[in-house]
């Protein structure tokens, strides 16, 4: 018991190290960068936020919603057009959009809950779109297809630094709380619904119940990842809800590894990258994207930190026994 | 208010919206019930075999016949294209979990996306009606496009082949048994990635056939892959996903309500639609005719 605590406390202590080396690379990343690629590393954050709050569902709860980004888009159509229509305050603006996406998540959540796997995959992706379609077609109150442009922070962030490093600091705040919501004991009891649901139910749980709210902290999270992305790039369109944009999180995760909590963030950052360069000399990007997962999926089961753990966990095995320990 | 005649006017174009969409859904649904595979793709294979009829029907050029026989040959490429990605993709991940498989299909739109992209470029396409369809039939005063009918025929005629083969053939009971129990029907001897990838080609020559048959409405285009693959989700949700009955009913009741909603609101329309989609989840989880899963 104690040898085991100990173990747990280095492990803690070498992931620190680690985190700790990456959070420094992260501060000192815009004197490094140029311009474009610091934005590409903004929206590599911003979606690797999207990614966390879909992992949430998927890695932790066991359910993968594909309509994730609706929410992200909601919450940017609200501070959009707060921001613009009715010069609502900044800050409050951004709360507004995840209270929307909260909000609209309860809605949306207290149906999807009731069904598990494939079915739960088809009705968020249904009632994603229904949100898509909704402000897409509303054009005199949304501006349809136009989209809406002209959204500015305030004129201290205006600068892609600092809007760099507001990104950040809400990006590892956010990784952050997530972190430890998984570790609580809520946290635990999502785990334990998704390893067994019936068992879990008869200790008294109330799974929709708890279902539901980590759905709602989940289109939170997805909502913020919305609110702060939209006044850095300027414009808000439709297609941020699409399901097509949905798939992306979905990707990311299984990409990266979805057991792993960081494991979403490393697929988030590969694909982002990975599309900005593709982007520099084919404006087919989706056919290297498809191909890009498949050849995951076959090459690569458990996401590239999972086989690495896969791996590394062999390796471990394969030393004890040479040292003849059990 | 309305008048019966407008108001059958708008039923008969749901039915009609109804018939275009059990095309497509069936073929989703009769792969979802055998394979238990929800082939996002399913939509891009019939966007896919809109273009194809287009090309084709243009590259032989034969009067009046013209688009059956591209219709046909569409059909047939489709199948093939199906045999492919069944075999090379789908087979291999069997094994795998579910979310792995959907998001393969999710990377078999994105890939067709972008060769229609290629390959046609993003304007509009349309096929002119063929004959006998190319005029209109007047009820009640009002003009009723022809060829809505052919399609409502097409897709009784669907009704009728897939209940035929499901509930009166060998092969259907095949279907339904390894619906219900995929290891015990391959127990009894039955190649299960035999059956499975019939079905597959199944599905995706049913893709190309609604896909040939939708480009004389004039609405060939990069994106009507997506406006009908969401509509479809919504009729197998309504009615249960893998249940034939289902789709028949689910694709009346969306059909229907499109039709009517588009009276009232027709932005609103497709709002409608999943409104109607949350009451049945709300008395019925899983869709009309679905079973619990387990």
């Known amino acids: 018991m104690l040898t085991n605590q100990t173990e747990k406390k280095d492990s803690i202590v070498k992931r620190g190290w680690w985190l700790g080396l990456l959070f420094i690379l992260f501060l000192i990343a815009p004197s490094i960068l140029s311009e474009f690629y610091l934005s590409i590393l903004c929206e590599a954050l911003v979606m690797s936020l999207l990614a966390l709050s879909f992992n949430l569902l998927f890695g932790y709860m066991g359910q993968l919603s594909f309509g994730q980004a609706a929410f992200y888009g909601l919450s940017g159509y609200t501070v959009a057009m707060l921001v613009t229509k009715v010069h609502f305050n900044f800050w409050l603006s951004l709360v507004a959009g995840v209270l929307m996406a909260g909000v609209i998540g309860l ?58 490093y507001f990104i950040l600091l809400v990006f590892t705040a956010s990784a952050y709380v997530l972190w430890r919501i998984i570790q609580s004991p809520f946290g635990q009891t999502l785990k334990s619904m998704r390893e067994n649901s019936e068992r879990t139910e008869f200790l008294g749980i109330n799974i929709a119940r708890y279902q539901l709210i980590a759905f709602v902290i989940a289109a939170g999270f997805a909502g913020l990842a919305g609110a702060i992305w939209v006044p850095f790039y300027r414009s808000v369109a439709p297609f941020y809800l699409m399901w097509i944009k949905s798939g992306e999180p979905v990707m990311a995760a299984i990409l990266g590894g979805p057991p792993i909590f960081l494991g979403p963030v490393l697929g988030m950052f590969i694909m982002t990258f990975f599309h900005a360069w593709v982007l520099g000399f084919t404006i087919y990007w989706p056919v290297v994207m498809g191909a890009l997962i498949l050849v995951i999926i076959f090459f690569l089961p458990g996401g590239i930190l999972g086989f690495a753990h896969e791996k590394l966990k062999e390796r471990k095995e394969k030393l004890n026994l040479t040292k003849g320990q059990p | 208010m309305m008048s019966f005649d407008v108001l ?48 084709i029907w243009k590259f032989i050029l034969i009067p009046v016949v013209g688009f059956y026989v591209a219709t046909i040959i569409t059909a047939i490429i489709l199948a093939l294209i199906g045999i492919l990605i069944e075999f090379f993709l789908l087979r291999r991940l069997y094994v795998r979990g579910w979310p792995e498989q959907l998001l393969a299909t999710y990377a078999i739109i994105l890939i067709i996306t972008d060769i229609v992209k290629y390959g046609w470029g993003g304007e509009f396409l349309s096929i002119p009606r063929p004959k006998p369809f190319t005029g209109a039939v007047f009820l009640f005063g009002f003009p009723f496009p022809s060829y809505n009918f052919f399609v409502i025929l097409l897709g009784l005629g669907l009704v009728i082949f897939l209940w035929w083969l499901v509930y009166r053939t060998r092969l259907g009971d095949i279907i339904r048994a390894a619906a219900h129990d995929r290891e015990m029907v391959s127990a009894l001897g039955i190649p299960i990635p035999w059956l499975f990838t019939w079905i597959f080609v199944l599905g995706s020559l049913i893709a190309g056939l609604s896909g040939a048959v939708t480009a004389p409405f004039g609405s060939v285009a990069l994106g009507m892959d997506i406006e009908i693959i969401v509509e479809c989700f919504a009729v197998v949700v309504i009615g249960g996903m893998g249940s034939l009955p289902g789709t028949l009913l689910g694709s009346l009741i969306v059909g229907e309500v499109y039709a009517f909603g588009i009276m009232f609101k027709p932005e609103l329309a497709l709002a409608f639609i999943f409104i109607v989609m949350a009451v049945v989840l709300i008395i019925r989880p899983w869709g009309i005719f679905g079973r619990p899963e387990r």
Request: some cysteine.
């Open chain 2, 8 to 55: 059958f006017n708008q039923f008969l174009s749901g039915i009609a919206r109804a018939a275009m969409l059990f095309l497509v859904a069936s073929g989703l649904s009769l792969t979802f019930g055998v394979l238990r595979i929800l082939n996002f793709a399913h939509g891009s294979l019939y966007m896919l075999g809109a273009f194809l009829s287009y090309s």
């Open chain 1, 107 to 164: 809605v949306v959540g207290y149906f999807c809950v009731r069904l598990r796997g494939i079915y739960f995959a088809v009705l968020t992706l249904a009632f994603g779109q229904l949100l898509f379609v909704i402000i897409y077609k509303w054009h005199n109150f949304t501006g349809g297809d136009d989209g809406i442009q002209g959204v500015f922070p305030p004129d201290f962030l205006k600068s892609p630094t600092a809007y760099y």
